[in-house]
Nanobody, 122 residues
Framework: QVQLVESGGGSVQPGGSLRLSCAAS????????MYWVRQAPGKGLEWVST????????YYADSVKGRFTISRDNAKNTLYLRMNSLKPEDTAMYYC???????????????RGQGTQVTVSS
């Protein structure tokens, strides 16, 4: 069965950095578009970034562009999100996801992990 396991979250001060990882199993990772999404307390799910399969096209939400970097290692079946210059408004549960139908900003995902919490506060 499909498993997505996120790690790397934590508490940081504004301006700090974190790198999230997502270990994938149960499907052909290299063939799938992968996504990072987040959910802040009391808010809906927000798309953060997308990386395609094959040619590794990358897309970011305007709110994180220039600060976050998505990447993937198909040999390790792992997705990453490097987050720099973190702001309090980046505080959220971060999830990796797949099964978005090959869309840049899916409206739904077939699979999503359990998430890793990121808290940005002074």
């Amino acid at each position: 069965q499909v498993q997505l396991v996120e790690s790397g979250g934590g508490s940081v001060q504004p301006g700090g950095s974190l790198r999230l990882s997502c270990a994938a199993s149960g499907f052909t990772f290299s063939s799938n578009w992968m996504y990072w999404v987040r959910q802040a307390p009391g808010k809906g799910l927000e798309w953060v970034s997308t990386i395609s399969n094959g040619d590794y096209r990358i897309y970011y939400a305007d709110s994180v562009k220039g600060r976050f970097t998505i990447s993937r290692d198909n040999a390790k079946n792992t997705l990453y999100l490097r987050m720099n210059s973190l702001k309090p408004e980046d505080t959220a549960m971060y999830y990796c996801a797949t099964g978005g139908g090959g869309r840049i900003t899916p409206i739904r995902y077939d699979y999503r992990g359990q998430g890793t919490q990121v808290t940005v506060s002074s």
